[in-house]
Nanobody
Framework: QVQLVESGGGSVQAGGSLRLSCAVSGRTFSRTAMGWFRQAQGKDREFVAA????????PYADSVKGRFTLSRDDAKGTLYLQMNSLKPEDTAVYYC?????????????????WGQGTQVTVSL
């Protein structure tokens, strides 16, 4: 059974940093694309960042470019999202996802497995 478990969310003031982790179990991690999405209250889920299995492609949403960094540790089966210079508009539930399809990395339909989400709240 595939499981994705996010951690690292919390409350932080604007300008602060958080590091999200996503631990994957039940499936080979090293040759699988992974991504992060987020959903703010009352809004649709949106793409944040993703990484191909070879780490050769790492697209980011324009809203987070230069502030967020995605990385993965294949030995630990864990995906990370380092978030710096956080803004109130980054407030959302953040979800990690494991790819099962062939659509582009920023397409949520690509991902067949999702974590439960972790709340990130950024205040002024």
């Amino acid at each position: 059974q595939v499981q994705l478990v996010e951690s690292g969310g919390g409350s932080v003031q604007a300008g602060g940093s958080l590091r999200l982790s996503c631990a994957v179990s039940g499936r080979t991690f090293s040759r699988t694309a992974m991504g992060w999405f987020r959903q703010a209250q009352g809004k649709d889920r949106e793409f944040v960042a993703a990484m191909s299995w070879s780490a050769g492609t790492t697209p980011y949403a324009d809203s987070v470019k230069g502030r967020f960094t995605l990385s993965r540790d294949d030995a630990k089966g864990t995906l990370y999202l380092q978030m710096n210079s956080l803004k109130p508009e980054d407030t959302a539930v953040y979800y990690c996802a494991l790819a099962t399809g062939r659509t582009p990395l920023n397409d949520s339909r690509k991902y067949g497995y999702w974590g439960q989400g972790t709340q990130v709240t950024v205040s002024l």
